[in-house]
């Protein structure tokens, strides 16, 4: 039997949310590792586009982990994206970087009294090995070329200006959970990140 072979369509989906019909497109990197860009509203060619490099955490998002805010900042950067329009750029960096079972690890040794850094020194690992070169190929493929970025993390803004990419900063602080304090009280104290506690 002869099959027509079509060519595959553009990964790209309007897809119905808790926060509105919002546009996934799927892009993928050099090691074939997907993430998506979530979109509401034109982007294209817009200057000072609303944005947030978010970085995945099954953990929090599908799990329900209370040990850190990001599902909290996931929902924010949706909600003010499809009310103001803009984009969430959901990369897949879990654990800043050192996959699942390395976060996991890393919770166990947090579970003894080390923080989020010394978890992952303790590892033998970097505090954050998260890049963010990939996430301005999309931006740039996307035609935005400058941006409000939602963040607390000045690596993610030093990190798309290195690529070309003008930045201002947008700060982005949702209400977490008490469980989570200690995790972002070493963000702050330690990684340099612009949390008002």
């Keep these: ?40 509203g034109e982007i294209e060619n817009q200057e000072d586009v609303l944005c947030r490099i978010h970085s995945e955490c099954l953990t929090s998002e599908v799990l329900g982990s209370l040990k850190c805010d990001c599902r909290d900042q996931l929902d924010l950067a949706l909600y003010r994206i499809a009310e103001e329009g803009g984009i969430v750029l959901y990369l897949r960096q879990e654990g800043r970087g050192i996959g699942l079972a390395n976060k996991l690890r890393a919770y166990a040794l947090q579970s003894k009294g080390a923080d989020t850094v010394d978890a992952n020194r303790l590892l033998g690992l970097e505090d954050d090995l998260r890049r963010y070169d990939f996430a301005a190929h999309v931006l740039n493929k996307l035609g935005v070329k400058s941006v409000r970025l939602m963040t607390n993390n000045p690596e993610k803004i030093s990190g798309l200006r290195a690529e070309g990419i003008k930045v201002s900063h947008e700060p982005h602080q949702a209400e977490a959970d008490g469980h989570a304090q200690g995790y972002l009280d070493a963000k702050r104290d330690r990684m340099g990140h612009l949390l008002a506690l």
């Design 1 to 40: 039997m002869n099959v027509p072979i079509h060519p595959l369509p553009e990964p790209v989906a309007t897809v119905p949310t808790r926060f509105g019909d919002l546009i996934f497109h799927a892009f993928t990197d050099d090691s074939g590792r997907d993430h998506v860009a979530i979109i509401s």
